[in-house]
């Protein structure tokens, strides 16, 4: 692994497979928070199953962690190995003429997230830490539905999170096509790629912004 990593290549391969598995997990979030939406007791089922399960608590939840840490880490070392290799200035450099805005501000819109993600784990995973095995709680498996719209109750929190899936939509609009042009997509399938990009792109942060507004406009 460390071998591959050396290698610009074996670091754009390991950057889209992290892509790929983030992007599996948010659609998969989305699904469980527009349960919410429709049915708060599907929501509370669905939420006790995955706070609860032994696999998905002390499997996934660390790989999904690591995931997150190893793809932020990977694109800031992208973008260094990126700024290095066209380190000469030139006279005159027009980059919107080569690069989309999202492609070449990547990783802004990558610390808008990773800040958001911040928020989100101390709104969510640190309750959850706290009410298992720190505070050692009853456990309840109808509390979930309240306590996010409890989150949601805030308008600068409801902001907060329509702000940073706007920056995530940015983020997706470049990333899922890289994604798939760093694994080799035939470039007959290009198109059918890119528009399978904007439809995930646009569409997960907008029902994650969906989620937000409405509990916010439901109290």
Not at 5 to 22: D, E, H, P, V
Request: with cysteine; aromatic share 16%.
């Amino acid at each position: 692994m460390n071998t591959i990593l050396k290698t610009s290549i074996g670091r754009k391969i390991a950057m889209a497979l992290s892509a790929f598995f983030l992007m599996f997990f948010l659609l998969m979030h989305l699904t469980i928070n527009l349960l919410s939406v429709f049915s708060p007791d599907a929501f509370n089922t669905a939420s006790h199953f995955m706070g609860t399960n032994p696999l998905i608590q002390f499997i996934m939840q660390p790989i999904l962690i690591f995931g997150v840490l190893f793809h932020f880490v990977m694109g800031f070392v992208l973008e260094l190995k990126n700024r290095k290799a066209t380190a000469v200035k030139y006279v005159k450099n027009n980059g919107a003429a080569n690069a989309s805005w999202m492609s070449r501000n990547m990783i802004y819109s990558g610390i808008a997230i990773l800040a958001f993600i911040v928020l989100h784990f101390k709104q969510f995973w640190m309750h959850e830490i706290n009410y298992k095995y720190i505070a050692h709680e009853t456990p309840n498996a109808t509390r979930y539905y309240e306590e996010l719209v409890k989150v949601f109750e805030n308008p600068i929190t409801v902001a907060v999170y329509v702000i940073a899936f706007i920056f995530l939509a940015l983020h997706l609009l470049h990333g899922f096509k890289s994604a798939f042009q760093s694994m080799g997509i035939p470039a007959i399938r290009k198109k059918t790629f890119e528009t399978c990009g904007k439809i995930y792109a646009i569409g997960v942060p907008a029902g994650f912004i969906i989620v937000a507004l409405y509990h916010y406009f439901n109290q």
